[in-house]
């Protein structure tokens, strides 16, 4: 059933699923120098900040997230097919890659980043993985629509998300594997896809194989990697990555579309982005020449898209607009620059903010919550310049 997407990832059948099944003789992501371990058990792999020098990251340099310790091995997902169903369906069906393949494919240019990303910033500290700058990557996704599938199955009228069950578990066998919802509407939109490629090739293991919900604009936690089953469900779903796992005080961030059935009197489940903008090219520390010196960078939100980016080189008193590279979309990257010209040589105290088209701002201080979750402050850089 899977040949077809193993043939295309290791090559003829024999050699390459061979390869493969040695690959996991090794730590997951070993094969992954450029990358920085933040935990072993579940997997976290961060990119360094240099990775986003380009609107598209590169596989090798995309960073590896799992919530849970059993990750599936290409052996795992020989058989693999996605049963779509629940009590919102009208009929259980079973669909292969190859059926997954035969249906129209759509692509889309999306970040994904980690809810946690800069959560080694927070103040006060908070647990959990503390990441840096780099839980996170955009990518191009191709695959087919999730809405599409569904479909397939039948949509009852009153139901209200949609499950998506990962090939990920916990130690125990008996628990549940990894699983998120979206509310319906989002699951029926046009950009929410089923991938099955990233970057113009069959998905990686670590990245989601043989495919993966992509859910752009909304926190990674969304994009449920190793798809084995798709509910329909007339009730909210309650699992523990629902319910415990990423939530947010009411209110602290904005969001265009409250996940209705998923709030309760006092928290929100972490879904859109916030905005949000980086220095790539320079860590705080670095010694610069003043000659030709171009700060750049890359800023990215929820989807509405980046109107400016702004950078002060006095700590934040002043501020001037930098350039904007070109725009992959709404939901990608957005590159910028900004050459750096009339200051003396000294400490250069760098700030930088960005505004989206929805009116959001980077903001001075940190938003605090108990799950570090959707860091957004202004990032402050103290470089070194010479003549």
């Known amino acids: 059933?899977?040949?077809?997407?193993?043939?295309?990832?290791?090559?003829?059948?024999?050699?390459?699923?061979?390869?493969?099944?040695a690959a996991e003789t090794r730590a997951p992501g070993a094969d992954?120098?450029?990358?920085?371990?933040?935990?072993?058990?579940?997997l976290a792999l961060e990119a360094p900040i240099d990775s986003f020098n380009t609107p598209i990251t590169a596989v090798e340099r995309f960073f590896v997230r799992y919530n849970l310790p059993n990750l599936p091995g290409m052996v795992d997902l020989e058989t693999w097919s996605?049963?779509?169903?629940?009590?919102?369906?009208?009929?259980?069906?079973?669909?292969?890659?190859?059926?997954?393949?035969?249906?129209?494919?759509?692509?889309?240019?999306?970040v994904c980043q980690c809810a946690g990303n800069r959560r080694a910033m927070a103040v006060p500290p908070v647990p959990g993985v503390q990441w840096g700058d780099g839980a996170m990557g955009c990518a191009r996704w191709r695959g087919v629509r999730l809405r599409d599938v569904l479909l397939k199955a039948g949509v009852k009228s009153d139901t209200v998300e949609v499950a998506m069950l990962g090939?990920?578990?916990g130690r125990n066998p008996d628990l549940s594997p990894y699983a998120k919802s979206l509310p319906l509407e989002r699951a029926m939109d046009a950009g929410t896809l089923i991938a099955l490629e990233m970057n113009g090739a069959p998905l990686p293991l670590l990245h989601g194989f043989p495919a993966r919900i992509i859910r752009p604009g909304w926190a990674g936690a969304y994009w449920v990697k190793h798809?084995?089953?798709?509910?329909?469900?007339?009730?909210?779903?309650?699992?523990?990555?629902?319910?415990n796992e990423y939530r947010l005080p009411?209110?602290?961030?904005?969001?265009?579309?409250?996940?209705?059935?998923?709030?309760?009197?006092?928290?929100?489940?972490v879904t859109e982005l916030v905005i949000n903008s980086l220095v790539t090219n320079y860590v705080s520390g670095d010694t610069v020449k003043l000659a030709g010196l171009v700060v750049q960078g890359v800023a990215w939100d929820g989807?509405?898209?980046?109107?400016?980016?702004?950078?002060?080189?006095?700590?934040?008193?002043?501020?001037k607009t930098a350039l904007l590279g070109p725009d992959a979309g709404r939901f990608a990257f957005r590159l910028w620059r900004f050459p750096v010209v009339g200051i003396r040589p000294g400490i250069l105290n760098l700030v930088v903010?960005?505004?989206g088209n929805n009116g959001q701002v980077q903001g001075e201080r940190t938003r605090a919550n108990p799950g570090g979750f959707l860091l957004n402050t202004m990032q402050k850089l103290s470089l070194v310049t010479t003549a």
């Open 1 to 21: 059933m899977l040949q077809t997407g193993l043939a295309a990832l290791t090559g003829p059948s024999g050699a390459g699923l061979s390869l493969a099944r």
């Open 32 to 42: 992954l120098p450029a990358l920085i371990r933040r935990s072993a058990t579940p």
């Open 82 to 110: 996605l049963k779509v169903g629940g009590d919102g369906a009208e009929r259980e069906i079973n669909l292969s890659l190859d059926d997954l393949r035969a249906m129209p494919l759509r692509e889309v240019v999306a």
């Open 167 to 169: 090939a990920d578990s």
């Open 227 to 243: 798809l084995t089953r798709l509910e329909l469900r007339r009730k909210p779903l309650d699992g523990p990555f629902m319910t």
């Open 250 to 269: 009411r209110g602290l961030f904005p969001v265009e579309r409250p996940f209705v059935t998923q709030e309760d009197g006092q928290t929100s489940p």
């Open 303 to 319: 989807g509405s898209g980046v109107q400016s980016v702004e950078v002060s080189l006095d700590g934040g008193t002043h501020w």
């Open 353 to 355: 903010r960005a505004t």
